[in-house]
């Protein structure tokens, strides 16, 4: 670098600089990454049909028409066909990308919030605190998360908050532990003997220097989350214990579909192939971030 | 290392302690009377009094929860009221079900996901393995309830090959029972073929470029011997973690493909538990459940003691 600063004089070597800062920022990294940009694209998509919904769906979710139910896909006036009571498959779908999704950031924000202050206090605290609350996350972790997905709607019941709450629950054991060992990292550096050096307080500390530090793997395990919840938001409206109709969910649409698998297969298909898509948007986008902004954690 | 095995073995008894509250409180959170569910609906408010006071629902929860840790260590897990036979008898003639598939699933993901794994690391960047990371991808996004629906469209309503519900029965020949399997097999080895086949690919791809691959290259070995021989035994400790974590997780995708197509397991046993309301049930199969999680765990983690004795255990423990 030194043999160019001279050639090129101070300023140019200055827009260099920072042009290799730029190209090397998450945003043009992430800009690299084919399959990460695919995932952005499907997840943005997504978000379109979530905030436009009233605008993009043809129908109302919810009008009845007796007289066209099971219509194929590609019927006149109905791209998707319809369902058992007539409805436009299309609408209730993108209607239902509402619930879907809403139903699974929820979760993620639920399961994080509570996670992540675990494992903050687990990592920082260390000793019988760790212990104590480390070993209840191995606890909690040793129930397939669906299992006790299923049982924690059974206590609450149906319904879109108690999905969120019941799936934001279960994810609350990977979040303190990813949480937990960053801190265990941070809390060891240098900056952190300093600050407590300069007499910062305990929750000033953990709030304003070590939880930023511990940011990158929260915001690439929370993408990943949100993949998952959506599969468990679809998997327990799928056994009926999650949104019940008439409320369009995917997994409710799925349910609806697998009960008239044979004479009606487009609505199993449609609504399960936007499950898929929408989970494999939030996972590339996931591994993406994950690549980019923690080169280590690639695997 | 032996110390670090009896810690690691000391820990499992907080967590299996944790295990068992957690079991006991959610089972007591779930709505209903039990003593009223046990009798059914036209029993009368005496007797269900005095099915409460049987059962020991009037006791103190300190007692209850006391009881309860007693009769787990002698191994007594209560009466299946909707089967009316003891709990523990249902559970050990469901578990072996819900094992033939999960681990037939398993093995077959194996041995499709490690080959596939160890050709797309060879060819990296090449069509195939593109393609093969291409559907790994989709694979792991896979809502496998769908994709079972999906198995029972194709080959069972449209094809008319397979059959879509149910177990067979070996009295009708061993070609029953395989071909009830082979759906919800296919079903449950989707995800983790396509984890392995992941994790396989980029652990390779991690040890071919390493210097002693080089060098075995520079002596003059055949390609095949280092890249089976001694480049695959390095790549496999962290293949090995993610069988072992897969194993333990495969409980969780029997659940729902169990109830897919009616494969009378430890899954539709459950499920079948709480709609019912058969609470002895759902405590002990959910119990056995979570307990064999742990225990699962634990012989992973031991394994991969014994196999990478460089790891160290406390980080390990503290990382994600």
């Given amino acids: ?299 | 290392m032996v110390k670090m095995i009896l810690q690691r073995l000391i820990q499992i008894i907080p967590t299996l302690l944790v295990v068992v509250t957690i079991t006991f409180v959610l089972t007591r959170l779930i709505p209903g009377n039990p003593a009223a569910a046990v009798l059914g609906p036209q029993a009368s408010v005496e007797e269900i009094e005095r099915m409460e006071e049987e059962m020991g629902l009037n006791d103190s929860l300190g007692k209850q929860y006391v009881d309860y840790l007693k009769n787990i260590v002698k191994g007594d897990f209560g009466k299946s009221y909707s089967y009316n036979i003891p709990v523990m008898d249902l559970i050990t003639e469901r578990i072996p079900n819900t094992l033939l598939i999960s681990l037939t699933s398993l093995v077959l993901a194996i041995l499709i996901s490690i080959p596939l794994g160890i050709v797309s690391a060879i060819k990296q960047y090449s069509a195939f393995d593109y393609i093969a990371m291409v559907l790994a991808l989709v694979g792991v996004s896979m809502p496998i309830f769908w994709l079972g629906l999906m198995l029972v469209l194709v080959f069972s309503v449209n094809l008319g090959w397979l059959p879509s519900l149910g177990m067979g029965s070996m009295n009708n020949g061993l070609w029953d029972v395989v071909s009830h399997m082979i759906l919800p097999v296919a079903c449950l080895a989707t995800i983790p073929t396509a984890t392995f086949t992941r994790i396989t690919r980029s652990s390779m791809l991690e040890v071919v470029n390493n210097d002693f691959i080089k060098s075995l290259r520079a002596r003059g070995l055949k390609e095949r011997v280092i890249i089976y021989k001694h480049a695959l035994k390095n790549a496999l400790p962290p293949v090995i973690t993610v069988i072992g974590l897969q194993l333990a997780a495969a409980f969780t995708g029997a659940i729902l493909t169990e109830t897919i197509f009616s494969w009378p397991g430890m899954g539709t046993l459950i499920t079948g538990a709480i709609e019912n309301r058969d609470y002895m049930l759902v405590q002990g199969a959910v119990l056995i459940t979570a307990m064999a999680f742990v225990f699962v765990n634990l012989a992973v983690d031991l394994l991969y003691m014994v196999i990478n004795p460089k790891v160290n255990y406390e980080s390990k423990g503290g990382g994600a």
């Fill in chain 1, 1 to 299: 670098m030194e043999h160019k600063k001279d050639s090129l004089g101070g300023q140019a070597h200055a827009v260099m600089l920072e042009k290799e800062r730029k190209s090397n920022s998450a945003w043009n990294k992430i800009k690299r990454n084919k399959t990460a940009m695919l995932g952005l694209f499907i997840v943005v998509f997504m978000m379109i049909l979530v905030i436009f919904a009233g605008i993009l769906a043809p129908y109302d979710p919810n009008e009845l028409s007796l007289g066209s139910t099971y219509l194929k896909p590609g019927s006149p006036g109905h791209i998707f066909g319809t369902d058992e009571f007539g409805r436009d498959l299309l609408s209730r779908i993108i209607y239902g990308s509402r619930i879907s999704i809403l139903v699974a950031v929820g979760a993620t924000f639920v399961g994080a919030t509570i996670g992540v202050l675990l494992g903050l206090v687990s990592g920082y605290a260390g000793g019988i605190v760790d212990s104590v609350i480390m070993r209840i996350m191995d606890g909690m972790m040793a129930f397939p998360f669906i299992l006790l997905s299923i049982i924690l709607m059974t206590i609450l019941g149906t319904g879109v908050f108690n999905v969120i709450l019941a799936v934001g629950i279960a994810n609350i054991p990977n979040f303190a532990r990813v949480v937990r060992g960053q801190v265990h990292i941070v809390k060891n550096e240098d900056y952190c003997k300093a600050v407590i050096g300069i007499g910062a307080s305990h929750p000033r500390l953990l709030f304003k220097h070590i939880l930023p530090n511990t940011l990158s793997p929260i915001i690439v395990y929370a993408t990943l989350s949100t993949a998952g919840s959506i599969i468990s938001e679809a998997a327990l409206s799928f056994l009926g214990l999650g949104i019940t109709p008439p409320t369009a969910s995917w997994g409710n649409i799925l349910r609806a579909g697998k009960e008239t698998l044979n004479t009606a297969p487009h609505i199993a298909t449609i609504s399960g192939i936007f499950i898929l898509l929408t989970v494999l948007g939030f996972n590339l986008l996931g591994d993406g971030i994950r690549d980019v902004l923690d080169p280590k954690m690639k695997k």
